[in-house]
């Protein structure tokens, strides 16, 4: 049990478009969503924390009108990069919290690549 | 402030034992985790500590000890596939999850 699914997988876009990141809890109701993003060899960067039905909290230094969140219900969150740059190439790993326990769930990742 | 330290990389031969050292300094505790990372890969989830003491769970083992801010990753009958970052993760007092920058584990035959 507790997975959670991440789409897509890889993703490659131009400058300046935007890019939808889907996660999901497959077998459990997630009440909080965590973003993450990584670059090479360095260690996960938390971005924001999202509950459902409410906004997300962004951490210092990440722009919340660049980084759209959205929690729309308990098995769903989706990210949004907007007006992408070239460094804004990185993986992005979603997790998931669920009601029972302090664990959280890692999604596959997502690798954006922006042209 | 907050902060987790760790070796940031480890060699080991296959078949022997290797033990990753994980020490914290956080505004509350509420448990330390260990992941294990492949490159280019998600971290998958390896162990839970909250309370003093060994947990077993196969060829892995974690420690804690909370009055000394101090945990272990012990990795027994290295596999190659056990190359990998491991990642050491305190969770505050906010329930927030502060991570290490992980220990590249380089696995030698």
């Known amino acids: 049990g507790a997975v959670v699914s991440q789409h897509p997988s890889r993703v490659i876009c131009k400058s300046g478009t935007s890019v939808k990141i889907e996660c999901r809890s497959l077998?459990?109701?997630?009440?909080?969503m965590f973003w993450y993003r990584q670059f090479p060899k360095k260690s996960l960067m938390l971005m924001a924390t999202?509950?459902?039905?409410?906004?997300?909290?962004?951490e210092q230094g990440v722009e919340k009108d660049k980084f759209l969140i959205n929690h729309a219900s308990l098995t769903l969150s989706t990210l949004t990069v907007t007006s992408a740059h070239p460094e804004d190439s990185s993986f992005y790993i979603c997790?998931?919290?669920?009601?029972?326990?302090?664990?959280?769930?890692f999604g596959p990742g997502t690798r954006l690549t922006v042209l | 402030g907050q902060n987790i330290d760790q070796p940031t990389e480890m060699t080991a031969t296959e078949g022997a034992i290797v033990q990753i050292n994980c020490t914290y300094q956080t505004s509350g505790f509420n448990g330390l985790f260990w992941y294990q990372q492949h490159a280019g890969e998600a971290p998958t989830f390896l162990s839970y500590n909250v309370l003093d003491g060994l947990e077993e769970k196969g060829r892995f083992s974690s420690f804690l000890s909370r009055s000394k801010g101090y945990s272990y990753l012990l990795l027994k009958e290295l596999q190659m596939k056990d190359s990998a970052s491991y990642l050491c993760?305190?969770?505050?007092?906010?329930?927030?999850?502060?991570w290490g920058a992980g220990t590249k584990l380089i696995i030698k035959p």
């Open positions: 997790s998931a919290r669920g009601l029972a326990g302090n664990e959280q769930f």
């Open positions: 077998d459990f109701q997630a009440t909080t």
């Open positions: 993760a305190v969770m505050d007092s906010n329930y927030q999850l502060i």
């Open positions: 999202s509950n459902e039905g409410s906004k997300a909290t962004y």
